[in-house]
């Protein structure tokens, strides 16, 4: 227990070696090894400054004895060698003894005690007796002889203490004793220059206080008041203080001079500076400890953290004062308040504060600095003094550093002398220096540098300096280390100091433009997490701040509330004075309200224009943290469009980065990083941005002008491609460049573009409407497009091969879509084959144009052979059966630049120049310097524009002349052209077609183009046909720009298309001998010779007729679907192709219809819909002057000769080219007649006229279908059973509705309803005959019988009559009975009659001549053994629906009572109430019907006898003329016009008479109501009625002939 006491009692500091200072082996051997041992242990530890470890050994060499293992002589020997060591030994050793007198005096073993006190006596003569006296027991001195008595030596001891510590002397006072005290200040204010040192005036000053017995404290006192009145002798009065206190306790200085602060205390003490600068003197010297003197020192603590307390309250009062409207009269009462809380009794001085700036003059940092840390950050150096004399420290600190790197060039500056107190910091002669002392103290001056603006001029230049040479360091690893620790210093310097303390500055630009020169060294990273810091945190840290904070914001408002275009200047003023010193907080502010009124924009980019380059790139930080704001909302609440504050915000980017040199970096990264995110609004921002500053525009409404133009040259582009005149752009599109490249971030954002158009519909879209989707999607598409124009125009060949990579690798690693891969490289292709074209130029010197043509080709052959290569793993090997990689890389590699040139835009240039110059001789205003030079400018442009208009058309014709080299290996058609053409449209024109404006142009061109250059497997015929045949799903899965895209695309095909139409001379030399037109589809090639392949003009002429109902077909269909899209689509698509659609006169109407109605229905559902119809629907009916009728747009009876051979010789190698497209013109116009009665469901009152037109164009159609039926009697006879056959199935099914005969949605079913709408309307006027047939038989029992011979006999004479005057008579009587029908079905109808089903209310079926007609169904007889399947079947159906037809309408104008059966059929549904009605009531009806019936019949019976005649006229008419060829074609519609002038005449005349001839059918019709009994009975004799009447008339006809 005593050795582990021991143990613990002195501890161990010397390390390891104490804790077995004295080994057991040492104490066994200690004769032999262990006293050597001991000896050279106890040398080394008392080489030691502390006696710790030599104390522990001695110690158990001690125990050891106490212990008995060690002799005590053994021990006493040793100790006497160990005695040499050390000066204080001997105290060390009684310092052991002492411990073991106490630890063995507790023991029990009287033994241990003995060996103890035996050892002490052996060493009596080591150690004096004087040291053992003080450390050991009484009682053991007693026992070791060194004190006679223990008891006497305590009382001793007691005494002396009593008189040292407790008993007081007496002094006398100052007033009692003025000698002494005078000599004492007399010796203390004497001159000090000569050889007077404290050492002497101590002496002086102890004499004094022992010959006048005067107080030592009170001496102490006066020493202080004279040093302080004598400031300047700190080298006499520190030391002699110093030597002073040897004589005192330590304390008493210390209390003295806490006794002096304590009289300051007073409410309205005043503490002297003198008596801070003695403090701040003594504690530098340590001559006293802060500990001790702060205690002493007024306020406390807890009041200073009360009062910053206190001041950040008021602060966010002041915030919160500024924000509420206050009136006039509650502010003067505030200013009251705040002046009586001046007049109050102010505070005693903060002596500590006045303590700290005493040390910071002296250059005490030590200890300021921990006076600073017990207080609020900043609260010390917000006062102003304390500041100020930290600023002057610092200044003293950097200044042999500053005057080394700092200093510009050619600036002097005062120098600052070094302070002459030893004890202050060493000033700083590197950078590495810096780290030691004024970082730290610039960090407790934070943003209070502001009272000191030379000073942070001076560390902002040394920060310049630093970072010069950290970017040009290349040093060792540690020295880089070193500097990258000394970088984010200087970073967080800038944070905490020089950001505020420019905040607090009064609008200093100078202070700015230095910061900003050493910021500019910063990336912009770093720059822009200093800029949020300084926005979002260093405002609230300090109240100081959060007061300037509100007082910018204030001011900021009333700059803004008064800011206009007319005031930009005075207000840009006071903008620009404000940012100077809060940038951040005023452009927040202003940002903010450019959200929310954008009309703000122009004139605050214009008042920008005094701001600091500093300001500038925090506003471009700003305006990225403004656009990343995560509680905006980036759509509208109606989730369709884009927010405006983010469309202003990007309409802002734009302007101000065009006009002022602002750093893009960070801008375009942040656009980056938010397509990575997968997000795409912000591509709005980076599409204005390139918009403006490299004068690029996206825009979907450019006229033909501007595209035309945008097809030419760099010059034309700028002239004329776009809105506005671009200039000025060079700058600011260079800097565009540079910040892309610099970064590096030109190919990463086409890329990110271009795989994100597909992530807005796939990740981005989700559950956004579709509306918006698009929006995103035709966003980042045209971004893209303008990004990649933009790449392609500004960066050298270099850099864009450099920066592009090749096809395949875009396409395969980079997931690019193929579009914009080619977009991408197209480009750089044109650079590389411009390259090596010169190169071979300079190589073989020759200036022939077909060596040029020739190097141009090898030239292509060397750039374009990797390309077709690469091209080939873009698609499934299938693919290349079909069509070439080469040609698949020509398509995709040439621009509209390549295959025409734009002459007129050239031409409209220049003119446009020579008037603007013109202009400029006639301005007498003008200078005359000025005039000069812009004319030499226009001059300039002008010789520009024509050469570059030349080189554009050698260009072109080199183009031209390698397209028709490669031409033979473009299509390959191992399989057939159909699968041909589909694999060109689908990988090559429709992709390309929506990509852009010019795509689209070029699209069409293309597909010209190769047709021109016959180009062999290519059928023009049916690339064209694919086109046009079914746009709806295409139209349908576009967005908005793409569908203005395709209409685009669509408007060139149909202008080459119409150009063909228009006339047969230009149709004959561009299309007539060319493979394209081979009706003939076998795989291979074109023999070029049969003309009778070819299709000729007047069947082409069919076919656009067929297009145009195609594109009719399938905008109604889009318009009736009710979906927005296809909606809004078509309409896009339609306006688009106007120049050239609708041409024909009765699908212009049904497609006006059809918008009318959308134009209705969408008023208050969709207004974007209902403005995008009714701008379609105004100029659709200003072009109605330039629609022509259909029998102006193709001939209805085409020349037969060629039409018959192009039927038979679509063999079975053919890809499926419709017989509608070429041959079948028949039933393709009578498909079109069908379909277009479909098209119009509502019947409006406005297209009378086209009723009127159709009616009187139906005779002529009928007389020539009659006629053709009784020329062949095996014709006849199988149309006859077909007709049975037709007539039998009519039974079964119920009578066709008029709601039956719309447009229905599904594509297929259409077909079947045309066919069943042709037979219900057949068997509507089948019915008609013989029931009325059955009327006049009632008629007769009831009248006389007579009258039924009579008309009989009027019958037969009239056959025999000639056929000249039936022919007259026949038309005559049809037309006036269409007339009355038209009449009374508007009378009836009362113009809303939708439901009355009219043939032909477009335009009436195509009327053929009867000749040409039999001759073609007398050799389709003979070929159908040839034919394909589904061409002779299509053949039969054809005929029995002409058949139809003409039965039909000759049906209808031979029956006089047509109004009356028309109205019962619609009168069907009323058949069910009329049962209803009593019996009586069915009488009366019954006696009125038929008093009106005799009235109506006696009035009729002329009809019949006249059109009887007609009709015999007209049947020998046509008989005689058969054998001769039949009518041309130019004919028909000639008569048809004069047919439908004398319709007009005679209805207008006879108006007054239809019109009651109608009102009594309709009451006669109206009144005849039947049961369902008998109404069955009546159709089944009606049917067999007019099976026999048909039969004998065929039987008539063909005896006739005969």
């Known amino acids: 227990m005593a050795a582990g006491a021991g143990a613990s009692a002195v501890p161990s500091t010397s390390g390891g070696s104490t804790a077995a200072a004295l ?43 106490v212990k008995g293992n060690l002799k005590r002589d053994q021990a006493s020997r040793v100790l006497n060698d160990v005695m040499e060591f050390r000066d204080d030994m001997p105290s060390i050793l009684a310092d052991v003894f002492c411990i073991l007198d106490i630890e063995t005096s507790c023991l029990e073993e009287k033994s241990k005690r003995d060996r103890f006190m035996q050892l002490v006596s052996a060493c009596l003569y080591l150690v004096s007796d004087t040291i053992l006296k003080e450390r050991l027991d009484p009682e053991t001195l007693e026992s070791l002889g060194l004190i006679k008595q223990s ?15 407790y008993k007081q002397q007496k002094f006398n006072l100052l007033r009692e004793e003025n000698e002494g005290y005078a000599k004492l200040i007399a010796e203390l204010g004497q001159d000090l220059s000569g050889n007077i040192t404290s050492e002497l005036i101590l002496e002086n000053i102890k004499s004094l206080i022992g010959c006048f017995n005067l107080d030592p404290n009170r001496v102490l006192d006066i020493i202080l008041d004279v040093y302080e009145c004598r400031p300047e002798c700190d080298g006499f009065f520190v030391p002699l203080i110093e030597s002073y206190m040897y004589m005192c306790e330590p304390q008493t200085l210390c209390h003295i001079l806490g006794f002096k602060f304590k009289f300051y205390q007073e409410p309205n003490g005043d503490t002297p500076v003198s008596l801070y600068r003695v403090a701040a003197v003594l504690l530098q010297s340590n001559l006293i400890d802060l500990e001790d003197l702060y205690v002493h020192l007024f306020p406390v603590d807890n009041t200073i953290i009360e009062e910053h307390k206190r001041e950040i309250g008021e602060a966010k009062l002041i915030v919160r004062k500024l924000t509420v409207v206050v009136l006039a009269s ?116 934070g943003p209070h540098l502001s009272h000191d603006p030379i000073l942070f001029a001076k560390v902002v230049r040394l920060g310049k300096a630093f970072m010069k040479e950290h970017q040009a360091d290349t040093g060792k690893q540690e020295d880089k280390e070193n500097m990258e620790l000394l970088f984010s210093c200087l970073l967080s310097i800038a944070d905490q100091v ?21 910021f500019k060294t910063f990336p912009y990273q770093y720059r822009y997490r200093l800029y949020g810091q300084w926005k979002n945190e260093t405002y609230n840290s300090h109240p100081l701040l959060v007061r300037v904070k509100a007082q910018t914001i204030d001011r900021a408002k009333y700059i803004m509330k008064r800011l206009t275009k007319e005031n930009v200047k005075p207000s840009g003023r006071q903008i620009g004075k404000l940012s100077h010193s809060n940038p951040t907080i005023l452009f927040d502010y202003i940002l903010s309200q450019i959200q929310k009124y954008d009309n703000l924009i122009t004139p605050v980019v214009d008042s920008l224009k005094y701001l600091t380059s500093l300001n500038y790139d925090v506003l471009a930080y700003c305006i990225i943290e403004a656009l990343a704001n995560p509680e905006k909302e980036r ?89 506005g005149q671009i200039r000025n752009t060079k700058k600011s599109s260079q800097r565009l460049k540079d910040a892309l490249l610099d970064h590096d971030l030109a190919l990463p954002l086409c890329l990110l573009m271009a795989q994100q158009r597909n992530g807005v519909i796939f990740q981005e879209g989700g559950e956004k409407h579709l509306k918006l989707v698009g929006k995103l999607y035709d966003q980042c598409h045209d971004t893209l497009v303008q990004f990649g124009g933009f790449l392609a125009s500004n960066l050298s060949t270099d850099d864009y091969i450099k920066k592009v990579p090749s096809i395949d690798v875009l396409c395969n690693e980079f997931h690019t879509p193929h579009d914009a891969a080619f977009f991408l490289s197209r480009p750089m292709y044109a650079h590389h084959i411009s390259s090596k074209y010169d190169e071979l130029k300079k190589a073989e010197k020759g200036n022939k144009q077909q060596q040029k043509v020739h190097q141009y080709i090898t030239a292509c052959e060397l750039v374009m052979a990797p390309v077709h290569d690469s091209v080939i793993s873009l698609h499934i090997p299938k693919v ?34 020579k008037v603007h110059m013109k202009a400029i001789d006639d301005n007498p205003e003008m200078p005359l310097n000025k005039k000069k030079k812009e004319k030499e400018r226009c001059t300039a442009l002008q010789d520009k524009l024509l050469e570059e208009e030349k080189k554009q058309l050698e260009h072109v014709q080199r183009v031209l002349q390698r397209l028709k080299l490669e031409k033979d290996n ?38 010209e183009l190769v047709h021109q250059q016959k180009t062999p497997n290519f059928s023009t015929l049916l690339c064209y046909d694919r086109v046009f045949s079914d746009i709806i799903y295409t139209v349908a899965s576009c967005t908005e720009n793409e569908a203005s895209r395709y209409g685009r695309f669509l408007c060139c095909m149909l202008d080459t298309v119409t150009r063909w139409h228009s006339d047969r001379a230009i149709y004959e030399k561009q299309c007539g001998n060319y493979p394209g037109f081979l009706t003939i589809l076998r795989a291979t090639g074109f023999d070029g010779g049969n003309k009778a392949d070819q299709l000729d003009y007047e069947n082409f002429r069919h076919v656009v007729h067929k297009w145009h109902y195609k594109l009719t077909k399938a905008s109604v269909h889009c318009l009736e679907t009710g979906e927005y899209a296809h909606i809004r689509n078509i309409l896009m698509v339609l306006i688009k192709i106007l120049p050239w659609y609708p041409k024909v006169l009765n699908l212009g109407q049904a497609l006006e219809r059809r918008v009318h109605k959308i134009c209705q229905e969408e008023k208050e559902k969709r207004p974007d819909l209902y403005a995008l119809a009714m701008g379609y629907s105004g100029q659709l009916k200003s072009r109605k002057p330039c629609m022509i009728p259909e029998n102006d747009f193709h001939h209805k009876d085409p020349p037969t000769k060629n039409a018959v051979p192009a039927t038979v010789q679509n063999g079975p190698g053919g890809a499926g080219l419709t017989s509608s497209l070429t041959v079948n013109a028949a039933k393709l116009e009578e498909s079109t007649a069908e379909e277009t009665d479909k098209l119009l469901k509502e019947k409006s009152q406005g297209a009378v006229k086209v009723i009127n037109r159709a009616a009187s164009a139906t005779p002529k159609l009928t007389t020539s279908n009659g006629s053709n039926a009784s020329n062949s009697k095996v014709v006849k006879e199988k149309e006859e059973k077909e007709k049975c056959g037709k007539e039998k199935d009519k039974e079964k099914t119920p009578a066709g509705t008029p709601e039956a005969k719309t447009l229905g949605k599904d594509g297929k079913d259409k077909p079947k309803e045309e066919r069943v709408n042709k037979e219900d309307k057949a068997r509507d006027s089948k019915e008609k005959t013989p029931k009325s047939d059955k009327e006049k038989e009632k008629n007769k029992r009831e009248e006389k019988s007579s009258k039924d011979e009579k008309s009989k006999i009027i019958v037969t004479s009239a056959e025999s009559k000639s056929a000249a005057e039936k022919e007259k008579e026949k038309e005559l009587s049809r037309e006036r009975e269409v007339t009355k029908d038209v009449k009374s079905k508007e009378n009836i109808r009362g113009g809303g009659g939708e439901k009355a089903p009219v043939a032909g209310s477009l335009k009436s079926p195509v009327p053929r001549s009867e000749a040409s007609e039999s001759e073609r169904e007398q050799k389709r007889r003979k070929v159908d053994t040839h034919s394909s399947p589904s061409h002779s079947s299509t053949l039969k159906d054809n005929l029995s629906e002409l058949k139809d037809s003409s039965a039909k309408h000759y049906i209808n104008h031979s029956t006089p009572t047509l109004s009356k059966s028309r109205e019962r059929e619609v009168d069907k549904k009323d058949l069910d109430k009329s049962r209803e009605r009593s019996s009586e009531r069915e009488k009366k009806e019954e006696k009125e019907r038929k008093d009106r019936k005799r009235d109506h019949s006696n009035s009729d019976r002329e009809v019949p006898q006249d059109s009887t005649k007609r009709r015999k006229e007209e049947n020998g008419t046509t008989g005689s003329s058969k054998p001769s060829k039949s009518e041309s074609p130019s004919d028909s519609p000639h008569s048809n016009e004069k047919e439908k002038d004398k319709t007009k005449s005679k209805s207008s005349g006879k108006e007054k008479g239809d019109s009651i001839k109608v009102e009594k059918m309709e009451k006669s019709c109206g009144s005849k109501k039947e049961s369902r009994h008998d109404q069955e009975k009546t159709e089944k004799k009606e049917k067999r009625d007019s099976i026999g009447g048909k039969e004998e008339k065929k039987r008539k006809s063909s005896d006739k002939h005969r």
């Open 23 to 65: 080994p057991a082996e040492w104490i066994k051997n200690w004769d032999k090894s262990g006293k050597t041992e001991f000896l050279q242990l106890c040398r080394n530890l008392s080489e030691k400054a502390t006696f710790r470890g030599i104390q522990q050994a001695l110690y158990e060499l001690a125990y050891h004895v």
């Open 151 to 165: 008891q006497q030596f305590n009382q001793k001891s007691v005494k002396i203490k009593t008189k040292l510590f």
């Open 330 to 445: 509650e502010k003067i009462e505030e200013k009251e308040k705040e002046e009586e809380e001046e007049k109050t009794e102010k505070p005693p001085d903060n002596q500590k504060l006045g303590l700290l700036e005493a040390m910071l003059k002296i250059g005490d940092w030590q200890h300021a600095q921990n006076i600073m840390d017990q207080m609020p950050p900043f609260y010390a150096t917000s006062h102003k003094p304390i500041a100020v004399a930290l600023c002057q420290l610092l200044h003293v600190m950097i200044e042999p550093l500053y005057r080394r790197v700092g200093v510009p060039k050619g600036a002097r500056g005062t120098p600052i002398l070094p302070l002459q107190n030893k004890r202050a910091p060493k000033q700083v002669e590197s950078f590495e220096d810096l780290r030691k002392e004024v970082i730290s103290m610039l960090c407790y001056l």
């Open 498 to 518: 020089l950001l505020p303390s420019l905040s607090l500055m009064d609008c200093n630009a100078c202070m700015s433009e230095e910061l900003w020169g050493m």
């Open 635 to 723: 759509m509208k609440h109606d989730d369709t469009t884009i927010s405006s504050w983010l469309q202003s915000l990007a309409s802002f980017c734009g302007a101000v980065f065009r006009k002022y040199p602002i750093e893009l970096a960070g801008l375009l990264q942040y656009v980056a990083n938010q397509l990575k995110a997968g997000k795409s609004f912000d591509l709005l921002i980076l599409k204005e941005v390139v918009q403006k500053m490299a004068g690029i525009e996206i825009t979907e409404e450019m006229t033909m002008d501007q595209l035309e133009a945008m097809t030419g040259g760099e010059q034309l582009k700028a002239e004329g491609g776009y809105f």
């Open 880 to 913: 290349w059966d079909d069509i070439s990689p080469q040609f698949y890389a020509t398509f995709w590699s040439l621009t509209m630049y390549d295959l025409a040139v734009p002459h007129s835009s050239y031409e409209r240039e220049v003119n446009k120049l």
């Open 970 to 1007: 473009w299509l390959l058609a191992k399989s057939t052209k159909n699968e041909t053409i589909t694999k060109f449209l689908q990988l090559c024109i429709f992709p390309r077609c929506i990509f852009s404006a010019i795509d689209a142009v070029y699209c069409a061109r293309f597909v």
